[in-house]
């Protein structure tokens, strides 16, 4: 039921500013690849083009056999899932209704239990937090509903935009360890945009480093900490390991 | 075909004849917004009706912009007015002294003025003249040996002048003084005419525009002074009538003509000081005087009216709560219709500036402009387009009420959580329903508030929608500030303050309805709320 994702000499600008130079990636079926980099680097609008919230210039972006450009923004969209960093619930409606939204955009007939299961994935049981607000729950709840949410139709995409971002240390790593969990359980194809290499390699088979709009080097972590492409990729890893040095001390 | 015409003509042609008496239409009697234009009205009116005419009063338009703007476009039939006004506040005429300083020869030039301009016609000359009279206190005049108005003028450095607005503008007003006589008082106070007698009395202000035959010049002992340039122009109280009454109801201009020259200025003095010095009900002084120039028979005088002195306050509205009531409805509903429209124009013009945001801050900034505009002024824009009445008052209401609408929608919805926009677009959500599911509900307080916003305002302006003869509260406002009675006023200006309340209090209600549900809750925190929100936080 999952399906890769590709995308194709993809080039895209906003005003003066290159977002994407030339980028190539693919995500294979049931895989799960980082986007990693810092703030402007395009990780997040090449993340957007494949549900098509950003229409590149120039390339071809592939959602499983199909150009998205084929169809339609809004039935593309309803067949992906996309976890955001505030995770952009409606506060208005109850946990149980927006975990329901996209099985009900969708008329699946039984909606309200799909929403039940996706509750009980995420580690959030429908009669304990189904009808409450939003903000009656803490961040890491919140995240766990919007995981939830994405979940809920079956997706066999999901598209997570620095999911865990906003969250204290130790929601993170809960929450980085049940999506781990979910999406092997799931084998749902997953590409998710992180600034954080440790989360990158943590949660993905591969990762893609970008920088000003380019791809610095892409590989598993292994590959990545063997053999660092550039001085920047090299200059990432030493980073990271320098956090992990100062906890040791 | 031919035969039904022929009928018809020939029908027309009968009811012409036979219907002198009962015509078709009724006469609408208008006047300005001062005692003794209420008054000379009053006594049209009860002319007409006792010559078999049916007459639908318009007291107290808006000044003479608004009286004569109706009356050209044919919104009135009939209004007291005077050669001077019309020679300079509406020809805009200058006329050579020696012309200007005979009244039958301003009266020859200014109406046959009027009729090749505005084919609007003057009926002989009521009698009387009532001209300016710049008048101070006996004790002002004294002191400052002040007798002419060179002299005021010598002096007027020294003093504070309290004028009517329309005085203050007008080139027969404060202007020409200013440039004939060098008047420059050391300040200028725009003041309504009924309070700047007692403003004079008080010692606010040195100097105030009256008219000659105003009552309350000698109920307060005040000095008028001399013209001895000859500054203003006869004026010469005369019914101002529109070209089409003649056509229209025959017969309604003898009437009206049966009034011509029998007023003079002691009797003119002495009425209005019967009205607004001693609180007399016009109607009553009216009938009266037409009854002693046996004019009509002995006047019905119905159930006579409770004078305003004789009785306690709350007498007098429980008194007149028939009355009240009435104007209250008329006046809500006139909020109600100019809002439901306002809303219904402006909710969705917000909505859809959202889409176009380029545009958005433009357009809503228009509206603002439109709230700059004076009530009074936009209401007189109206007179050439609508007429007078509640058209043009609900056009000028719905006017003033766009903006605040309108900006509280656009920015309710432009600013209405962007993380739950964003993630209802992502997750295959059409524009329409992020609009019904998301915006709008997120929205609807900010676009509530403007509406509560909108509908105190339109109270308020309401008010003054009497003084293009829309009726409601703001009626007994005008004509209480006319005639000086304060109780009348508060007639008005109470309820309407109360009315203001009570809409804003109903609409807070409704406001709390629409709230998003999980504000909602905040409302009427009264249950499981915090229990539950406490476990959600520590867990």
């Keep these: 039921m999952s399906?890769?994702?590709?995308?194709?000499?993809?080039?895209?600008?906003?005003?003066?500013?290159?977002?994407?130079?030339?980028?190539?990636?693919?995500?294979?079926?049931?895989?799960?690849?980082?986007?990693?980099?810092?703030?402007?680097?395009?990780?997040?609008?090449?993340?957007?083009?494949?549900?098509?919230?950003?229409?590149?210039e120039r390339g071809q972006v592939m959602v499983g056999d199909n150009d998205v450009r084929t169809q339609s923004p809004v039935f593309l969209r309803r067949g992906i899932g996309y976890v955001q960093q505030h995770g952009g619930l409606l506060p208005h409606w109850r946990v149980l209704r927006n975990v329901e939204l996209v099985p009900t955009l969708q008329h699946m007939p039984d909606s309200?239990?799909?929403?039940?299961?996706?509750?009980?994935?995420?580690?959030?049981?429908?009669?304990?937090?189904?009808?409450?607000?939003?903000?009656?729950?803490?961040?890491?709840?919140?995240?766990?509903?919007?995981?939830?949410?994405?979940?809920?139709?079956?997706?066999?995409?999901?598209?997570?935009?620095?999911?865990?971002?906003?969250?204290?240390?130790?929601?993170?790593?809960?929450?980085?360890?049940?999506?781990?969990?979910?999406?092997?359980?799931?084998?749902?194809?997953?590409?998710?945009?992180?600034?954080?290499?440790?989360?990158?390699?943590?949660?993905?088979?591969?990762?893609?480093?970008?920088?000003?709009?380019?791809?610095?080097?892409?590989?598993?972590?292994?590959?990545?900490?063997?053999?660092?492409?550039t001085d920047y990729v090299a200059l990432l890893i030493e980073r990271a390991r320098a956090g992990l040095e100062a906890l040791r001390a | 075909m031919r035969l039904k015409i022929a009928t018809i003509v020939g029908l027309a042609a009968a009811t012409t004849v036979l219907g002198a008496q009962q015509q078709s239409r009724p006469i609408v009697v208008a006047s300005k917004p001062f005692g003794e234009s209420y008054l000379l009205a009053e006594m049209f009116s009860q002319l007409l009706e006792s010559r078999g005419f049916r007459v639908d009063r318009k007291p107290g338009l808006g000044a003479t912009e608004i009286a004569f703007g109706a009356l050209r476009t044919n919104a009135i039939d009939v209004y007291p007015e005077y050669t001077g006004t019309g020679l300079v506040a509406i020809l805009h005429d200058t006329l050579s002294d020696s012309v200007a300083a005979d009244p039958r020869a301003v009266f020859a030039h200014v109406a046959r003025r009027f009729a090749e301009l505005y084919h609007v016609r003057?009926?002989?000359?009521?009698?009387?003249?009532?001209?300016?009279?710049?008048?101070?206190?006996?004790?002002?005049?004294?002191?400052?040996?002040?007798?002419?108005?060179?002299?005021?003028?010598?002096?007027?450095?020294?003093?504070?002048?309290?004028?009517?607005?329309?005085?203050?503008?007008?080139?027969?007003?404060?202007?020409?003084?200013?440039r004939v006589y060098g008047l420059k008082p050391r300040a200028v106070r725009p003041l309504a005419p009924a309070v700047k007698y007692q403003a004079l009395a008080s010692g606010a202000v040195d100097v105030i525009d009256g008219y000659s035959t105003d009552g309350l010049l000698a109920r307060y002992d005040l000095v008028t002074l001399i013209d001895d340039k000859h500054f203003f122009p006869p004026y010469e109280a005369a019914a101002l009538v529109s070209g089409r009454l003649d056509s229209q109801v025959p017969g309604a201009i003898a009437a009206?003509?049966?009034?011509?020259?029998?007023?003079?200025?002691?009797?003119?003095?002495?009425?209005?000081?019967?009205?607004?010095?001693?609180?007399?009900?016009?109607?009553r002084v009216a009938g009266r005087e037409l009854t002693a120039l046996g004019l009509t028979g002995v006047a019905r005088e119905a159930q006579a009216a409770p004078s305003a002195q004789q009785s306690n306050f709350l007498k007098y509205l429980w008194d007149r709560r028939a009355t009240i009531a009435?104007?209250?409805?008329?006046?809500?509903?006139?909020?109600?219709?100019?809002?439901?429209?306002?809303?219904?124009?402006?909710?969705?013009?917000?909505?859809?500036?959202?889409?176009?945001?380029?545009?958005?801050?433009?357009?809503?900034?228009?509206?603002?402009?439109?709230?700059?505009?004076?009530?009074?002024?936009?209401?007189?824009?109206?007179?050439?387009?609508?007429?007078?009445?509640?058209?043009?008052?609900?056009?000028?209401?719905?006017?003033?009420?766009?903006?605040?609408?309108?900006?509280?929608?656009?920015?309710?919805?432009?600013?209405?959580?962007?993380?739950?926009?964003?993630?209802?677009?992502?997750?295959?959500?059409?524009?329409?329903?992020?609009?019904?599911?998301?915006?709008?509900?997120?929205?609807?307080?900010?676009?509530?508030?403007?509406?509560?916003?909108?509908?105190?305002?339109?109270?308020?302006?309401?008010?003054?929608?009497?003084?293009?003869?829309?009726?409601?509260?703001?009626?007994?406002?005008?004509?209480?500030l006319a005639l000086a009675d304060t109780r009348m006023i508060l007639s008005g200006a109470l309820p309407a303050a109360a009315l203001a309340l009570a809409v804003d209090g109903v609409l807070a209600i409704v406001e709390r309805l629409v709230a998003p549900a999980h504000r909602r809750k905040q409302f009427w925190r009264r249950r499981t709320r915090g229990s539950n929100s406490t476990a959600a936080r520590v867990a």
Excluded at chain 1, 8 to 17: A, I, K, L, T
Excluded at chain 1, 35 to 55: A, I, Y
Excluded at chain 1, 138 to 161: E, N
Excluded at chain 2, 328 to 341: D, G, I, R, Y
């Design chain 2, 326 to 480: 009435a104007l209250t409805v008329q006046h809500l509903e006139l909020v109600a219709l100019a809002l439901l429209a306002a809303v219904i124009v402006a909710v969705p013009l917000g909505l859809g500036l959202e889409r176009t945001r380029r545009i958005a801050e433009p357009t809503i900034g228009a509206l603002g402009v439109l709230q700059t505009i004076p009530s009074i002024a936009l209401l007189a824009f109206m007179i050439p387009l609508l007429g007078v009445g509640v058209a043009p008052a609900l056009v000028a209401l719905w006017l003033y009420a766009l903006y605040p609408i309108a900006r509280g929608t656009y920015t309710g919805v432009r600013d209405a959580d962007p993380d739950a926009v964003a993630a209802a677009e992502a997750l295959g959500t059409t524009p329409t329903q992020r609009l019904l599911w998301v915006r709008l509900p997120l929205a609807a307080p900010v676009i509530m508030a403007g509406i509560r916003t909108a509908a105190v305002i339109t109270v308020g302006a309401a008010t003054l929608a009497a003084f293009i003869g829309a009726g409601g509260l703001g009626e007994p406002i005008v004509a209480g």
């Design chain 2, 122 to 178: 003057w009926l002989p000359s009521l009698g009387f003249q009532n001209t300016y009279a710049i008048a101070v206190t006996r004790s002002t005049a004294s002191r400052y040996h002040l007798r002419t108005l060179s002299d005021l003028a010598r002096e007027s450095p020294h003093l504070t002048a309290g004028f009517t607005a329309d005085f203050i503008g007008r080139s027969d007003g404060l202007v020409g003084l200013a």
């Design chain 2, 256 to 283: 009206l003509e049966l009034l011509s020259g029998r007023l003079d200025e002691a009797t003119m003095r002495q009425l209005n000081r019967r009205v607004e010095v001693d609180g007399e009900d016009v109607a």
């Design chain 1, 112 to 229: 309200a239990d799909a929403a039940r299961r996706a509750l009980e994935l995420v580690g959030l049981p429908a009669a304990q937090f189904g009808s409450r607000f939003p903000h009656e729950l803490s961040g890491g709840q919140r995240q766990r509903v919007a995981l939830a949410r994405s979940i809920a139709a079956r997706p066999g995409v999901i598209l997570l935009d620095e999911p865990f971002g906003a969250l204290d240390a130790i929601s993170r790593a809960e929450l980085q360890e049940s999506f781990d969990n979910l999406r092997h359980d799931l084998s749902v194809t997953t590409l998710l945009v992180t600034h954080d290499l440790a989360e990158a390699g943590r949660l993905s088979e591969e990762v893609v480093v970008m920088r000003k709009g380019k791809i610095e080097q892409r590989g598993s972590m292994r590959d990545l900490v063997r053999a660092p492409a």
């Design chain 1, 3 to 56: 399906i890769s994702l590709t995308a194709r000499n993809v080039s895209h600008h906003f005003g003066n500013v290159v977002a994407l130079d030339d980028v190539s990636i693919d995500v294979p079926a049931g895989r799960a690849t980082a986007l990693v980099g810092e703030s402007g680097s395009g990780k997040t609008t090449l993340l957007r083009c494949f549900n098509r919230l950003v229409q590149p």
